[in-house]
């Protein structure tokens, strides 16, 4: 059974802030790995992808990734009340489906 | 990225009816999937659905509870059936974008609510 694992929720920061999300997969051979947001009552959006080990920074978005560590994270900086949502954690497998954590709901605080 | 339409956007369901859920897709793509997001839960891929074939189904899900019809590359549905309101859910569709390297995009889904 592939696992993705998140960091259970909710998480509050204050505006400004910065954000840490931080997920854990079981799937050995995941080579790519995407990071989605889902505001409530939405479909899950993609904000970022990361293939290779380190950092990839895309605007106050980013992602890090340790493969050895079958760690992935995800950094939001300058927090924004406007980032409160659920982001979803879901590496690509290789069975080359995506597999979903169960999310972490993030409210920032004005 | 790809634009899919899918609709209807939700529904009320009398147990033990069905209900199809389509998927419209701008473009041409190999594969569409299937995603299931019980109220407070993640996504469950349900199953993937490629043209010309028979679809291929998750473990727990199975295809008279949920066939689905892939008849071109720019369109899907989902059906559900016989349903009881452990069926409320959010259904969605989605695609992967370059063959999966750079994601999948969703559909903005289905919200089922069955009484």
């Known amino acids: 059974q592939k696992e993705v694992e998140q960091n259970s929720g909710p998480l509050s920061v204050p505006e400004g802030a910065i954000a840490s999300l931080n997920c854990t997969y079981s799937?050995?051979?995941?080579?790519?790995f995407f990071w989605y947001r889902q505001y409530s009552g939405k479909s899950p959006e993609l904000i970022m992808s990361i293939y290779s080990n380190g950092d990839k920074e895309d605007g106050r978005f980013t992602a890090q990734l340790n493969k050895a560590s079958q760690y992935v994270s995800l950094l939001i900086r300058d927090s924004q009340p406007s980032d409160s949502a659920t982001y979803l954690c879901?590496?690509?497998?290789?069975?080359?489906?995506?597999?979903f954590g169960k999310g972490t709901l993030l409210t920032v605080n004005p | 990225s790809a634009v899919i339409s899918q609709k209807p956007s939700r529904d009320i369901c009398q147990r033990g009816t069905s209900l199809t859920i389509q998927c419209q897709v701008d473009s041409q793509v190999t594969m569409m999937f299937w995603y299931r997001q019980q109220p407070g839960q993640s996504l469950t891929l349900i199953a993937t659905?490629?043209?010309?074939?028979?679809?291929?189904?998750e473990s727990g899900f199975v295809i008279d509870k949920f066939p689905i019809s892939r008849p071109n590359l720019t369109f899907s549905t989902l059906t559900v059936s016989n349903m009881s309101p452990e069926d409320s859910s959010i259904y969605l569709c989605s695609v992967e974008e370059d063959e999966g390297a750079y994601g999948y995009t969703f559909g903005s889904g289905t919200r089922l609510t069955v009484v």
């Open positions: 879901a590496p690509r497998g290789s069975n080359y489906k995506l597999t």
């Open positions: 659905a490629n043209q010309g074939s028979e679809a291929t189904y």
């Open positions: 799937d050995r051979g995941s080579q790519s």
